[in-house]
């Protein structure tokens, strides 16, 4: 019953490193993607993938890149990690139809120095 | 543009009280609604959904939300507060034209007092 996974769920970075984080879903959803969140500023969407082999940018996709691994795999690269991207990231997934609610991991807080 | 407005960044409610939470949206045609719960260190759980049809929605935990085309609101609601229920929610709205698109409000913390 794990839903949607989330790995690391913390990480402390220095400007200009890189990092990736994972995320896998169980549900067979088709629909994945990956928001930040930030104080006062709600859940802004950075990439979705709306079905294995096809990425889309969202609001704020600067600096970051994603791959859609498989169907069960999306994940989400910071190529040179800025302090500006200290934030808590989480993935999601959708169930089927365009009703379906999303799903969403743990989080990933990450900390950039 | 198309937004979604959560006009209150905190409320505060006795426990056993009836609560509001209040959302407004600004987007085209017919939309899909959800409100979502956030707890302290965990991912977003989804509460209930306005497709179409009665314009009250029932959800988990007791909550319900009333959905006024008009006034282009979907205010979520519960009779009678729980300390538990304290939490960070949040208002989401996906446009009809374009079903990979969520647009969240900013949130609403609800602190329920014993």
């Known amino acids: 019953n794990a839903g949607v996974t989330q790995t690391p769920k913390f990480q402390v970075l220095k400007t200009g490193q890189s990092m990736t984080l994972q995320c896998a879903q169980d549900m067979n959803h088709n629909s994945m993607y990956w928001y930040r969140q930030d104080p006062g500023m709600g859940l802004r969407l950075i990439y979705y993938s709306a079905s294995e082999g096809t990425t889309d940018k969202g609001e704020v996709p600067n600096g970051y890149n994603v791959s859609r691994l498989n169907k069960r795999e999306f994940s989400l690269r910071l190529e040179s990690a800025a302090p500006s991207q200290t934030s808590v990231y989480f993935c999601a997934s959708r169930s089927q139809g365009g009703a379906g609610e999303l799903f969403f991991g743990e989080g990933s807080r990450l900390t950039v120095l | 543009a198309q937004s979604v407005a959560q006009p209150e960044d905190q409320v505060n409610v006795a426990e056993g009280n009836p609560l509001t939470v209040k959302c407004t949206y600004s987007?085209?045609?017919?939309?899909?609604l959800f409100w979502y719960v956030q707890y302290p260190n965990r991912g977003l759980q989804f509460l209930l959904k306005?497709?179409?049809?009665?314009?009250l929605v029932k959800g988990s935990y007791g909550f319900e939300a009333e959905f006024n085309k008009s006034q282009t609101s979907f205010h979520l609601k519960k009779p009678s507060a729980l300390v538990s229920d304290s939490a960070l929610y949040f208002c989401?709205?996906?446009?009809?034209?374009?079903?990979?698109?969520?647009?969240f409000g900013t949130g609403t913390r609800l602190q329920v007092f014993p």
């Open positions: 987007v085209s045609g017919n939309p899909y």
């Open positions: 989401a709205v996906r446009p009809l034209y374009n079903t990979d698109k969520l647009i």
């Open positions: 306005y497709i179409t049809g009665d314009n």
